[in-house]
């Protein structure tokens, strides 16, 4: 068993990831917590026998949540209207109110949108520079999203200085490559892809405020990430019907406005709709219960099934894996969502819960995961076998080995953790602590690779 002070941290990180709750009511049923363990452990109880009785007695954290809202339901109304409580909903958002920061991520998300138009004025526009944008997307978005963290969180001024300095400094260096004339040279593409999620480990620095270390936090930072897709896209189709509906209207009086629509709404919308959209997941978040549970309870089972349908028909036809390039690409990115799905179903899940059904789910997701990962990595290694090494197959090989080992210590901890053998934390800490295994791999296919082969 953990530490009593464990088991209570990772009973205050899922209580407050309630938002139902505030941090100023967490603190107060944690007091009342740590009364009652004390009056147990003087009764003649152990610290892990006490933990568990007083937190029966506390009723299970969605129960009190949903007496919290019952009691408090003028939080409801708080967060779905302009002057909502803060990120937070304590006392540590008390200086400033929700309106305040809706005018700074609009604020920020004019500047984005100032931005990746500002290239134009020096004659790099979207037509003939799009290798330009696309390799620089990652710095018209990112250091905004990164300044509202950093406005809003208690971000010592050392660390904003450093996160913009990272920024500045990627830029220079991506920018001074000197790729293949060819648009579609590989090293380009593959620092295209990987920059923005090397960078995106910065943004978690401002969104954690500094406080890194802790894994609740970050994963308090892989559950925003999960939030802000979802509200991104539902921005993009709204926005799509908005441009949609612009271009009948104007067409009915026999104006054609693609080309403003091309050069101005959609990249000043599809940047500024990235500060937005994290506004959104910051002052909108669902009082009873973040969006993951739900996600992951409908999306687990099915990719679960996807995949073991996909090994069975394999085994059963005798067909191995075509090793085409578009193939192992489509494998590389069905293994990234079902990473993903892994590491935002842990996020969601209390770590105090005994296993249940959905846990031999998640270990059934990963197992199969694990044999499609080493049967792409046999594909790819026959690849480089036929073919030789270039760009694509080296970052191809090293993502799913990556991929491979994370899966198998996932499987395993799983596996120990069902038989009771170990603590969910430690799958909690192993998931967490990976993400500075895939941000410094996208590091370095972004800014090694390109020397090294030749920015080819």
Same mark, same amino acid.
């Given at each position: 068993?953990?530490?009593?002070?464990?088991?209570?941290?990772?009973?205050?990180?899922?209580?407050?990831?309630?938002?139902?709750?505030?941090?100023?009511?967490?603190?107060?049923?944690?007091?009342?917590?740590?009364?009652?363990?004390?009056?147990?452990?003087?009764?003649?109880?152990?610290?892990?026998?006490?933990?568990?009785?007083?937190?029966?007695?506390?009723?299970? !954290?969605?129960?009190?949540?949903?007496?919290?809202?019952?009691?408090?339901? =003028?939080?409801?109304?708080?967060?779905?209207?302009?002057?909502?409580?803060?990120?937070?909903?304590?006392?540590?958002?008390?200086?400033?109110?929700?309106?305040?920061?809706?005018?700074? #991520?609009?604020?920020?998300?004019?500047?984005?949108?100032?931005?990746?138009?500002?290239?134009?004025?020096?004659?790099? =526009?979207?037509?003939?520079?799009?290798?330009?944008?696309?390799?620089?997307?990652?710095?018209?978005?990112?250091?905004?999203?990164?300044? @509202?963290?950093?406005?809003?969180?208690?971000?010592?001024?050392?660390?904003?200085?450093?996160?913009?300095?990272?920024? #500045?400094?990627?830029?220079?260096?991506?920018? #001074? @490559?000197?790729?293949?004339?060819?648009?579609?040279?590989?090293?380009?593409?593959?620092?295209?892809?990987?920059?923005?999620?090397?960078?995106?480990?910065?943004?978690?620095?401002?969104?954690?405020?500094?406080?890194?270390?802790?894994?609740?936090?970050?994963?308090? @930072?892989?559950?925003? &990430?999960?939030?802000?897709?979802?509200?991104?896209?539902?921005?993009?189709?709204?926005?799509?019907?908005? !441009?949609?509906?612009?271009?009948?209207?104007?067409?009915?009086?026999?104006?054609?406005?693609?080309?403003?629509?091309?050069?101005?709404?959609?990249?000043?919308?599809?940047?500024?709709?990235?500060?937005?959209?994290?506004?959104?997941?910051?002052?909108?978040?669902?009082?009873?219960?973040?969006?993951?549970?739900?996600?992951?309870?409908?999306? &687990?089972?099915? @990719?679960?099934?996807?995949?073991?349908?996909?090994? $069975?028909?394999?085994?059963?036809?005798?067909?191995?894996?075509?090793?085409?390039?578009?193939?192992?690409?489509?494998?590389?990115?069905?293994? /990234?969502? /079902?990473?993903?799905?892994?590491?935002?179903?842990?996020?969601?899940?209390?770590?105090?819960?005994?296993?249940?059904?959905?846990?031999?789910?998640?270990?059934?997701?990963?197992? &199969?995961?694990?044999?499609?990962? #080493?049967?792409?990595?046999?594909?790819?290694?026959?690849?480089?076998? =036929?073919?030789?090494?270039?760009?694509?197959? $080296?970052?191809?090989?090293?993502?799913?080995?990556?991929?491979? !080992?994370?899966?198998?210590?996932?499987?395993?901890?799983?596996?120990?953790?069902?038989?009771?053998?170990?603590?969910?934390?430690?799958?909690?800490?192993?998931?967490?602590?990976?993400?500075?295994?895939?941000?410094?791999?996208?590091?370095?296919?972004?800014?090694?690779?390109?020397?090294?082969?030749?920015?080819?």
């Amino acid at each position: 068993m953990d530490s009593l002070e464990d088991q209570i941290g990772a009973w205050r990180a899922h209580l407050r990831g309630r938002r139902a709750i505030a941090v100023a009511d967490a603190e107060e049923l944690e007091d009342h917590l740590r009364e009652q363990i004390a009056s147990l452990v003087g009764g003649g109880l152990s610290d892990d026998e006490a933990f568990l009785v007083a937190v029966k007695r506390m009723g299970a !954290i969605d129960a009190l949540t949903r007496e919290f809202a019952r009691e408090h339901s =003028d939080r409801l109304w708080k967060q779905l209207v302009l002057s909502g409580d803060g990120w937070d909903g304590g006392s540590e958002s008390r200086g400033t109110d929700g309106s305040r920061k809706m005018w700074v #991520a609009l604020a920020l998300a004019v500047a984005a949108g100032a931005a990746i138009k500002l290239p134009a004025l020096f004659g790099i =526009d979207f037509h003939d520079h799009a290798p330009f944008y696309r390799l620089n997307a990652g710095f018209f978005i990112l250091p905004f999203v990164a300044a @509202f963290f950093a406005w809003d969180r208690p971000l010592p001024r050392s660390s904003r200085m450093w996160v913009a300095a990272i920024f #500045a400094l990627a830029a220079v260096v991506v920018n #001074a @490559f000197l790729f293949s004339p060819s648009a579609g040279a590989d090293t380009a593409v593959l620092t295209t892809i990987h920059l923005p999620i090397a960078l995106w480990l910065v943004v978690g620095v401002a969104y954690v405020g500094g406080q890194w270390r802790g894994s609740d936090r970050r994963m308090d @930072f892989v559950r925003f &990430t999960g939030e802000l897709l979802i509200y991104y896209v539902l921005i993009a189709l709204g926005g799509g019907v908005l !441009i949609g509906l612009t271009f009948g209207l104007f067409q009915a009086i026999g104006i054609d406005v693609e080309p403003q629509v091309e050069s101005w709404i959609v990249p000043c919308g599809v940047a500024g709709a990235a500060v937005i959209a994290t506004w959104l997941v910051e002052a909108k978040q669902s009082v009873i219960e973040n969006m993951a549970p739900v996600l992951t309870r409908i999306f &687990t089972p099915l @990719f679960a099934l996807v995949l073991l349908a996909f090994i $069975v028909t394999m085994v059963w036809t005798g067909r191995g894996i075509d090793v085409e390039r578009e193939v192992l690409i489509l494998f590389d990115l069905l293994l /990234v969502v /079902v990473f993903g799905l892994l590491l935002y179903s842990i996020s969601a899940r209390d770590s105090l819960a005994p296993p249940g059904l959905l846990d031999w789910i998640q270990l059934t997701l990963v197992g &199969t995961a694990l044999v499609v990962d #080493a049967l792409a990595l046999w594909a790819i290694a026959s690849r480089i076998s =036929d073919f030789g090494f270039t760009p694509n197959r $080296v970052a191809a090989l090293g993502e799913n080995v990556i991929l491979l !080992i994370n899966l198998g210590g996932s499987a395993l901890l799983y596996a120990r953790f069902l038989r009771g053998g170990v603590a969910f934390s430690r799958l909690y800490d192993w998931q967490t602590s990976y993400l500075y295994v895939l941000a410094a791999w996208a590091a370095v296919v972004a800014f090694l690779f390109p020397p090294l082969f030749g920015f080819a």
